[in-house]
């Protein structure tokens, strides 16, 4: 009977932040064949003598140069034809990371990356597209959740940079006036006293989610 190979388990990470109120994920482009100079997300193999946080962990900090971020695990992707000629079965993940985080702790890697709009996803090899579109899918039902919120918004923000988020997400426009109304009265944000000056347009308050707020579904 012939032997089958041995079975790998690889960790898949689709990274998330805010650009200016631009939804936006973490891409790497593949070097080698097959597909080579298609975008992929990050990955790595898990080892025999680690479990699946540490192996996220070392992808963070040794492949991406991000020393912490939220993750949440998704699904695990098992086709038998998803790699050409290796048993490869994924375990995908969701991560998100504010941007100031991102802009003030991130360090240089040789790996090549690059941030796209959630709308402007590229060409992707194997199965990352139908991977990232699903937790994109995920990312949206978990924005209802005001702790997603504050994770991606840790400091001041307005409420324009909000709704965007939201309409990105949610795929559809929302009114500006509607939605500025309902987010004040859920009562979860203060207004800091001060405004976003220095921007094109006219300066828009900033605000900030208050530090004790119950866990709770937005909209």
Same mark, same amino acid.
């Given at each position: 009977?012939?032997?089958? %190979?041995?079975?790998?388990?690889?960790?898949?990470?689709?990274?998330?932040? @805010?650009? +200016?109120?631009? !939804?936006? $994920?973490?891409?790497?482009? +593949?070097?080698?064949? %097959?597909?080579?100079?298609?975008?992929?997300?990050?990955?790595?193999?898990?080892?025999?003598?680690?479990?699946?946080?540490?192996?996220?962990?070392?992808?963070?900090?040794?492949?991406?140069?991000?020393? /912490?971020?939220?993750?949440? #695990?998704?699904? !695990?992707?098992?086709?038998?034809?998803?790699? %050409?000629? +290796?048993?490869? *079965?994924?375990?995908?993940?969701?991560?998100? =990371?504010?941007? =100031?985080?991102?802009?003030?702790?991130?360090?240089?890697?040789?790996?090549?990356?690059?941030?796209?709009?959630?709308?402007?996803?590229?060409?992707?090899?194997?199965?990352?597209?139908? *991977?990232? /579109?699903?937790? @994109?899918?995920?990312?949206?039902?978990?924005? $209802?959740? @005001?702790? !997603?919120?504050? =994770?991606?918004?840790?400091?001041?923000?307005?409420?324009?940079?909000?709704?965007? !988020?939201?309409? #990105?997400?949610?795929?559809?426009?929302?009114?500006?006036?509607?939605?500025?109304?309902?987010?004040?009265?859920?009562?979860? @944000?203060?207004?800091?006293?001060?405004?976003?000056?220095?921007?094109?347009?006219?300066?828009? +308050?900033?605000?900030?989610? /208050?530090?004790?707020?119950?866990?709770?579904?937005?909209?």
């Amino acid at each position: 009977m012939e032997e089958k %190979p041995n079975c790998i388990i690889e960790s898949l990470l689709s990274l998330f932040t @805010i650009d +200016k109120g631009i !939804v936006k $994920v973490l891409l790497t482009r +593949k070097k080698d064949d %097959p597909y080579k100079g298609y975008w992929m997300l990050p990955n790595s193999i898990l080892k025999n003598d680690e479990d699946l946080n540490t192996n996220l962990n070392e992808l963070l900090d040794e492949k991406l140069g991000i020393q /912490k971020a939220y993750i949440e #695990q998704g699904n !695990v992707y098992s086709d038998i034809n998803r790699m %050409p000629s +290796k048993r490869i *079965v994924a375990i995908a993940s969701i991560g998100l =990371i504010d941007p =100031i985080t991102l802009k003030l702790k991130r360090e240089e890697r040789e790996i090549e990356t690059e941030w796209f709009k959630i709308d402007e996803i590229p060409k992707m090899a194997f199965d990352h597209e139908l *991977v990232v /579109k699903e937790n @994109i899918e995920k990312l949206r039902n978990r924005l $209802v959740n @005001i702790e !997603v919120l504050k =994770i991606l918004f840790p400091s001041d923000f307005t409420l324009p940079e909000v709704q965007k !988020v939201f309409e #990105q997400i949610l795929d559809k426009k929302l009114d500006r006036r509607n939605f500025r109304k309902k987010f004040i009265n859920l009562g979860l @944000i203060e207004d800091t006293g001060y405004k976003n000056e220095g921007f094109n347009g006219r300066p828009a +308050k900033l605000y900030r989610f /208050k530090d004790k707020i119950e866990e709770r579904v937005l909209f």
